[in-house]
Nanobody, 124 residues
Framework: QVQLVESGGGLVQAGGSLRLSCAASGRTFSSYAMGWFRQAPGKEREFVAGINRSGGSTYYADSVKGRFTISRDNAKNTVYLQMNSLKPEETAVYYC?????????????????WGQGTQVTVSS
C-alpha cells in the first residue's frame, strides 16, 4: 500500500496560481488511480480532480474545469495539481488520495489511502 505526502500549499492572492504535489512511496504507484479532494471548514470533503493509472484519462469538478490541471509522473511516483485563477472560496485543505481501481472515482469513499493534506489559502 502506498503512503502519500502532499506539498505545495500556501497563501496566494485571488487570481494567482499554485502547484500541489503528492509524492507516493512504494513501487506500485502506477497501479493506483489518484484523486485530489478539498475540504473547507464546516464543509464536506469534495472532489476536485482525478487521473487514471496511466494518466491517459482525467476528470474534474465542474467548478475547476479550465483552471486546474491534474497530471502524474509514474517514474517519479508523483501526482500534481496545477491550480490557476484561484478564488477565495477555494481556500481549503487539499488532500491527495489513491486507490487500486481501474476507473477514477469522484467520491471520498472510492479511495482507500489518503495523505495528510496541505493548506491552500486564497486571499481576496
Amino acid at each position: 500500500q502506498v503512503q502519500l505526502v502532499e506539498s505545495g500549499g500556501g497563501l496566494v492572492q485571488a487570481g494567482g496560481s499554485l502547484r500541489l504535489s503528492c509524492a507516493a512511496s512504494g513501487r506500485t504507484f502506477s497501479s493506483y488511480a489518484m484523486g485530489w479532494f478539498r475540504q473547507a471548514p464546516g464543509k464536506e470533503r469534495e472532489f476536485v480532480a482525478g487521473i487514471n493509472r496511466s494518466g491517459g484519462s482525467t476528470y474534474y469538478a465542474d467548478s475547476v474545469k479550465g483552471r486546474f490541471t491534474i497530471s502524474r509522473d509514474n517514474a517519479k511516483n508523483t501526482v500534481y495539481l496545477q491550480m490557476n485563477s484561484l478564488k477565495p472560496e477555494e481556500t481549503a485543505v487539499y488532500y491527495c488520495a489513491a486507490d487500486r481501481r481501474l476507473q477514477v472515482g469522484v467520491r471520498p469513499f472510492d479511495y482507500a489511502t489518503w495523505g495528510q493534506g496541505t493548506q491552500v489559502t486564497v486571499s481576496s
